[in-house]
Structure formats: structure tokens, C-alpha cells
């Protein structure tokens, strides 16, 4: 025992007695051995002996920041660069800056650093890399692109940089660009999952599914518990109407991750689309639960002493209370809250629901400090947004229209810019008779929203405008107003009961013609029916009765001037190889002269050509019903039980 005291005595006297590189060398030591508590220890007192030495204070910060205490170590780095600006400095403290969700920091610091134009490429693709996922979280995108271009230059053989360049050109949509970006990682790294997902969801964002599917399979032979691949493919089911395989799929990736939120968002989608409205709920329930907890309704972010009020929200606790933005966060219950960080504020300001905490904060230039009493209250955040916009639609169709009104207000207060918020509240005010709200509402969408012009047609409908209201619907593609949905067979059959009296004024000027012989003009009134059919057993009957008419005419009626316009563009397409765009020109062309056989036929060519066997199958026996007597009837006819063949092949996978 004595012999211990003593070795510990000459220890103590060593460590006491140590010069500042000593600390330093015990630090090192320490923070390889991951005990960064320890190395901290050590790092600071190197640094509190020489003030002045950059590199004591880089090591400081470092060992906060391997720790993931990455405020902390936000101090120890700006001193360091201050000393010595050297391009390693800047890359940590913007890497630090970044991880305290302070991103226009991060942005500003690694291009601080890049301009030094250090020779350490390690260090520069560091921060080409930063400085790409911080312009991304900024909606600098274009930045992003530019960063790991830069990247690619540098070192033209490191898959990471061409990986993250394909994802960042997804989130421009260019997903052509991004697939010749991504198969190039792959060729540098074959066993890159991340690359394979990103792949497969170009794939998926240009409907060309199979090749979509095919990438996502590869993800999971090299990961079999990928989250992103079955979420992926549980999505991409969803937007090809496969609502069965889409549950399949979303379910494996809630057993990955149980608390994935977004999940059980997918999960409730495609419920809803299949008319499992009660299901439905308890998933996007699930998903509120997940983003919602008892606090005061205070959005903060990092200071430099102090947690700093970002925005309080309207009507929570907070806002009541009267705490503003920019608001210093002091103390919480008489407890100080300097250099805490974000998460500790936050942790501090949760509870009970019903439970008071008296919040300190310092305003402007006050040299007073303000306290306020705060009831908290339960409060979804606003991840929850697009749930709440989700249960609305659901509210809707099992006919509790009041409750879906306040459900598309709670997820428009939360996140005005969610897409589910918009459409939800979009519909919410047709339903309460405000038309003009509606429509302008559902404008306000960015991406292409087939059903979402579906309502915005049914407000103008119902405002009285019904030859405005045929024109917006008629731009829809048919193929986009799937009868396989629930909730849009439902609001496709309530809008087509709004312009009845259109459909068979058209219809009756059919038969009218027809008693004429004026078949062509027979046809065009037939066609304008057409487009009204109210599902797909009505489009069937109509289109028999047309193309009944137009085997009536000596010759088949020529296509239109804008519709020939379609078909030489989709011509010059499939010479590109471009099929999916291709696709597109034939349904415009379809849409504008539908008793044209020859244009089924090819559409259905095309489809099949990019395996959307769904397509090709629907259109040859379109084909098949204007021309049963074709030449090539038969050749049509094996084409489809391939096409059905192959369906099933791949069905079989999912």
C-alpha cells in the first residue's frame, strides 16, 4: 500500500511539475485511447499555460469535437484559427459549425479555408464535401453541384465524390446527369449501397421502375436491413400503384428502424390509396406520436454564450408568453443555461404537459434580463406537418370534413411549405365553399400534382365555371388519374357528376352526327365524351362505340396538326433511345386524336420497350379493340400474354 502512495505521489508531483508539451503529449495519448474526457483535461491545461499556441487550442477543440461536443468545441477552433489561419483549422471548425446546425457558418468558414489553397487534398476534399452538404441544406444546390465537381477534378477516382454528385443532381432533378454521375461511383466502388439507392431512385423519378427495383435489390444484397432501399421501394410502389408491394416493403423498413417517422407516412399512403382508410390512421397516428412532445413551442439555435430563440411559434406557449425572436436563453427554473448546449436547452424545456418553468432571457441590448412563466403544452414539431396533412385526407374520405379542416390548419401552421399541408388545406377549403382559396391554394404546389388539378378542375366546377373547369381537366394525362386509388376514383367520379350535362351534350351531338353520316364530326364529339368517362368500364364503352364509328368511314380520320406535331417528336425520341420522354408525346398525341389505332399500337411498343408492362398491355388492347381485324391482331395478341408473362415475373419479386 505504501509502495502505491508513493508511485502515486511521484505522479502527481510529474503531472504538477509538466510543461505544456507534456499535457499535450498526455492528451494525445488519451484521445487515442477515445477517452476524451481525459484528453480534454490535459489539452486545456496545455492550452492555459501557452495561451498563444494555436496548435493547444486546435487539440482542445478536437477532442470536444470527437466527443460530440461540438459546441464546446467551437470556442477552442476560433481561437486556433485566429492564431493560425491554416486551411486544417478552418475544416474542423467548419465541420463543428455545421454539426451545431449552424450552417451559413460552415458555408463561410470551408470557403474561407478553400481559399487558402492549401496542397493537403485530404483536407481540401474535406471541405469541398462540407461545403456541398451545407449549400444543400441551404437550397444552394447549385453550389453543391459546383463543390463535388471541384471534388471530381481533384481526385477523379474517389467514388464518394461522383456518389454524392449524383445525389445532389437528384435534388436538382436532372436524373439523367445523375444517373451517368452514380453508375460512375459504382464503377469505382461496387459495393457502394448508398450509390445503388441513389441509382435506383433516378431510375424511379423518370417511372422507369424495373431499372428502379433492380438497383434498390442491389442495395440490399450488399445491406439487407437498408432502411433507404425499403423505404425506396415502398415509395416508388406507391407511385406505381402496386399498393400491395408498397406495404410489404415499408413494413420491413419499420422493423429496421421503429421510430422512423417518414415510415409510417408511407405506410398510411398507401392505406389510403387502397380504401383502408381505419389502417390508415393508426399509421399516420403512429407518425404523430413520433413528432410530438411537451415543451413551450420555441424553435433555438446555437450562440456563442448563450442558446438563442430562433422563432416562437404562433399560439404555443412561447409565443403567449411573449418570448421573441432572438431572444438569449439565460436560465431555465433558475438554472443557468450559459454554454449549454442546444440539446441541453431543449431537454431542460420539455416535461410534463400542464407543468410551469420560468424562462430568463436577455432582449436585445437589456442589461436587464426578462423572466417569463410558460405552461407547457403538448406540440407536435414540424416534421409532423406532412402527418397531419396525410390524417386530413384520410378524416376526408371517411367523411369528417370538419376534423380534416382543423388537421390541414395544424399542418399548415407547422410547416406552410409542406406539400401534404398545401394539398390538404387546398381541399379542405373546397369543401367549405371557399373556391378561389382552393384554387389558389392547390397553385401553390412545385411539382407536377395530377390530382391536385383534379381538384383545383372541381373548385372551378363548383365556382360555375364548367367550361374552364373541362379545360383544366382535360390537360391531366388520363394515365395520371389512376381508378386503382381510392381517394382519386372517388374525386374522379365526383368531379365527371359535376360536368354530366357537358358529357352528354357531347354525347348527343354524337348521335346526332352519326344519323348524318357525319362521321368525322361524330368522332370529335365522342373524343370530347371521352376524355368525361367517369371510370374505366365508362371509357371502354365509349371508346367501342368510336372506334365502332370510325370502322364506319371509308378511310381512317388523319390526326390533327398538334397531335402528328406529338408523334413525330415521340418518332425522334425512340431514334435517341429517350423512351420515357417518348411515352409522354404519344399520350399527347393520344389525347388529342383517340381513334387513332396506329398511335395505341406504338405507345404500347414503347411501353413494353421500358418494361411498363401495365401500359403496354392497357394500350394493345386498346389497339386491339379499334382494329380487331388488323393484320398483325394475332402478333398483338402474343405480345400481350408475354407482356403478362414478364408482369408477373416481376410482381413475383415484389
Known sequence: MNIIRFVISIASVFILSACASDM??????????????????NFQAAANMEPGNAYYQFMTGRAYHEKGSYKEAIPYFEKAVK???????????????????????????AKKALDLNSTDNSTVKQLLMLHARASDSMGQTEAAVSSMNRYIALDPNDSA???????????????????????????????????????????????????AFKYFDKALSINPKSLLANKNIGYFNVERRNYEGAVAAIKKAIEISPDDYGSYNNLSIAYLNM??????????????????????????????????????????????AGIKSGDKIVSIDSISMKNKTVA????????????????????????????????????????????????????????????????????SLLNPASSWAIYSLGIAYLDKGMYDESVEMLARLTYDAPVAKLFSATATAKKGDLKAAVEKYIKIPPSKLSSVSVPTSNARKAFIRLVENIKNS????????????????????????????EDASQEEALRSRMFSVVRRMP??????????????????LVKDKNMPDAVNEYRKAISLAPYSAKL?????????????????ISNMKIYLQAAPDAPNARAARDEIIKWELMQEKATGKR
Request: aromatic share 10%; hydrophobic share 35%.
Open 83 to 109: 492564431l493560425s489561419p491554416n486551411a486544417n483549422y478552418y475544416n474542423w471548425l467548419a465541420h463543428a459549425y455545421f454539426y451545431n446546425n449552424r450552417a451559413s457558418d460552415a458555408l463561410a468558414t
Open 24 to 41: 499535450a503529449m498526455f492528451g494525445n495519448a488519451y484521445l487515442n485511447q477515445k477517452n476524451y474526457d481525459a484528453a480534454i483535461s
Open 600 to 616: 395505341y399500337f406504338n405507345l404500347a411498343l414503347i411501353c413494353g420497350e421500358i418494361k411498363k408492362y401495365d401500359d403496354a
Open 555 to 572: 378511310s381512317p380520320p388523319e390526326i390533327t396538326e398538334q397531335a402528328r406535331r406529338h408523334v413525330l417528336r415521340g418518332e425522334l
Open 161 to 211: 465524390g461522383f456518389s454524392s454528385l449524383g445525389y445532389y443532381l437528384n435534388n436538382q432533378q436532372k436524373y439523367d446527369e445523375a444517373i451517368t454521375a452514380t453508375k460512375r461511383a459504382i464503377e469505382l466502388k461496387q459495393d457502394d449501397e448508398t450509390a445503388y439507392n441513389n441509382l435506383g431512385y433516378s431510375y424511379g423519378q423518370k417511372e422507369q421502375y424495373d431499372e
Open 506 to 533: 357531347h354525347l348527343s351531338q354524337a348521335s346526332e352526327y352519326e344519323s348524318r353520316t357525319r362521321y368525322i364530326d361524330a368522332v370529335n364529339e365522342l373524343s370530347r365524351a371521352l376524355v368525361l368517362a
Open 344 to 411: 441541453e436547452v431543449v431537454q431542460k424545456m420539455r416535461g410534463e404537459p400542464g407543468t410551469a418553468l420560468a424562462l430568463e432571457v436577455y432582449r436585445g441590448d437589456g442589461a436587464e434580463s426578462i423572466i417569463k412563466n410558460i405552461i407547457r403544452e403538448k406540440i407536435s414539431d414540424n416534421r409532423a406537418a406532412d402527418a397531419y396533412g396525410i390524417r386530413s385526407v384520410i378524416l376526408r374520405e371517411k367523411g369528417s370534413l370538419e376534423q380534416a379542416y382543423q388537421d390541414a390548419k395544424t399542418a
Open 275 to 320: 380504401g383502408r382508410f381505419d389502417e390508415a390512421l393508426v399509421a399516420v397516428d403512429k407518425s404523430i406520436s413520433f413528432t410530438t412532445f411537451s415543451g413551450i413551442g420555441a424553435e433555438v439555435e446555437a450562440g456563442k454564450e448563450f442558446v438563442v430563440i430562433k422563432s416562437a411559434h404562433k399560439n404555443l406557449p412561447a409565443d403567449k
